[in-house]
C-alpha cells in the first residue's frame, strides 16, 4: 500500500554553489520517493536560529547559522515508506569522514560543517522542520506512475 511518511531535506548553501541539485534530487527520485514539495529560498536569521534551535549551546552554532544564511538552499518534503530513516540512511553520517561511500555526504562532502544536505532525524523532527519551511498549501498530492511496482 503506498504510503505518506513525509521527511524534510534541505540542500545546504554548499550543494547548490557546487551544482550537486540534480544529483541529490534524482537520487532521491530513483529511489522511489516522492518529492511533494520543493523551493529555493535564503534562510533568515531567524528561520536559521529555530531550524537548529537544538544547538543553541554548542561552540559551533554561530558558524552553522551564518553558513546556513550564507547563499540559497533547496528545501524539500519527501514522502514514501520510511522516508525519514530511508533518506537518513542515503545522506549518512554527519561527519563525511565516517559516511560510508554511495551515501550523499561519503559521495559528495569531506567536511562536518560543509556536508551538503540537512535530514529530518525522526517523525517529529520532520514535521517540525516540514511546518517551518512549508505551508501545507505548498505540499502536493499526488500518484507517481510507478507507484503500483514500488509497493507491495
Ligand atoms: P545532522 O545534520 O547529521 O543531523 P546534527 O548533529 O544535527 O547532524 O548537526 C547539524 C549540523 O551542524 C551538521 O549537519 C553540521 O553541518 C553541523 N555540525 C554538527 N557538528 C558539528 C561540529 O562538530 N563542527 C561543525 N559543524 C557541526
Redesign the pocket.
Known amino acids: 500500500m503506498v504510503c505518506t511518511d513525509r521527511t524534510f531535506v534541505m540542500i545546504k548553501p554548499d550543494g547548490v554553489q557546487r551544482g550537486l541539485i540534480g544529483d541529490i534530487v534524482s537520487r532521491f527520485e530513483r529511489r522511489g520517493l516522492k518529492i511533494v514539495a520543493m523551493k529555493m529560498l535564503v534562510v533568515s536569521d531567524s528561520l536559521a536560529k529555530k531550524h537548529?534551535e537544538e544547538?543553541a549551546a554548542k561552540p559551533?552554532f554561530p558558524s552553522?547559522v551564518s553558513f546556513i544564511k550564507s547563499g540559497p538552499v533547496v528545501a524539500m518534503v519527501v514522502e514514501g515508506r520510511n522516508a525519514v530513516p530511508i533518506v537518513r540512511s542515503m545522506v549518512g553520517a554527519?561527519s563525511p569522514s565516517n559516511s560510508s561511500p554511495g551515501t550523499i555526504r561519503g559521495d559528495l562532502a569531506l567536511e562536518?560543517?560543509r556536508?551538503v544536505i540537512?535530514a529530518s532525524?525522526s517523525p517529529e523532527s520532520a514535521k517540525r522542520e516540514i511546518s517551518l519551511y512549508f505551508d501545507n498549501s505548498e505540499i502536493a498530492t499526488y500518484k507517481r506512475i510507478d507507484e503500483q511496482w514500488l509497493y507491495e
Do not use: K, M
Request: aromatic letters at 20%; hydrophobic letters at 20%.
Open positions: 537548529y544547538h559551533f552553522l554527519t562536518t560543517g556536508n540537512h532525524d
